[in-house]
């Protein structure tokens, strides 16, 4: 079975670019996850789609950060403009449904300098 | 906010030995998580406890889970070198808003 897709896996942008980030699921997982995990802790949920709904993202700053799920597969994730604090490993992860075990792509490191 | 602490923040011992990592957590839990993060396979799920368990096993890990002290533990017997990784409790409140949050991890280290 194939895991959690997610690219690119490596990114380095100048602050004040641009930048996205895209993920794929575990087929038939309705529940994606948007992780971002800063050097030297835990990951910190960002946003949570059921099929192309938005269940929270109470910890996304919205002001720069966008994330879309068409279509209820696919998913990105999107900076713009990137901050220096935006550097992290940013982790996708799927779950069969609310509550189920989650399983997370290899995620994408990214560096802003 | 970063619900779950881990103590210790690092911890190293040799092959063959057991290794316990602890799970301190604030508020009220549906259930308990503990993951494991390498470079080789990134972040796995390992177990899960519900709040209404005191104790589970898989393998060779054992978590304990006190609702009234708010603490887990994980111990990982036998450890091998591979075993080498960072651990993170991550607790989950139910409801229609279920979600997960971590700690910031346990570093162990298994030396051959």
């Known amino acids: 079975e194939a895991g959690v897709a997610q690219s690119p896996r490596y990114k380095i942008i100048e602050k004040r670019q641009s930048v996205a980030f895209w993920c794929n699921p575990i087929?038939?997982?309705?529940?994606l996850y948007w992780y971002q995990q800063i050097l030297g802790q835990g990951p910190k949920l960002l946003i949570q789609f059921q099929n192309n709904g938005v269940v929270d993202d109470s910890q996304l700053p919205k002001d720069r950060f966008s994330a879309e799920r068409l279509k209820g597969v696919d998913s990105t994730l999107k900076i713009q403009p990137a901050k220096l604090e935006d550097s992290a490993v940013y982790l996708c992860?799927?779950?069969?449904?609310?509550?189920?075990?989650?399983?997370f792509g290899p995620g994408t490191r990214l560096l802003v300098l | 906010s970063q619900q779950g602490e881990e103590d210790p923040q690092a911890l190293s011992i040799q092959e063959g030995e057991n290794a316990t990592m602890n799970c301190s957590y604030k508020?009220?839990?549906?259930?308990l998580q503990w993951y494991r993060q390498n470079s080789g396979r990134g972040l796995v799920h390992l177990i899960l406890?519900?709040?209404?368990?005191r104790e589970k096993h898989s393998g060779r890990l054992r978590v304990t889970l006190d609702t009234s002290k708010k603490s887990s533990s994980l111990l990982i017997t036998a450890s091998r070198a591979a075993d080498t990784a960072s651990y993170f409790c991550a607790t989950a409140r139910g409801g229609s808003n279920y979600k997960l949050t971590f700690g910031k991890g346990t570093l162990l280290t298994v030396n051959p």
């Open positions: 508020t009220s839990i549906n259930n």
């Open positions: 087929s038939g997982h309705a529940t």
């Open positions: 992860a799927s779950s069969l449904g609310l509550g189920e075990t989650q399983y």
């Open positions: 406890i519900r709040s209404n368990e």
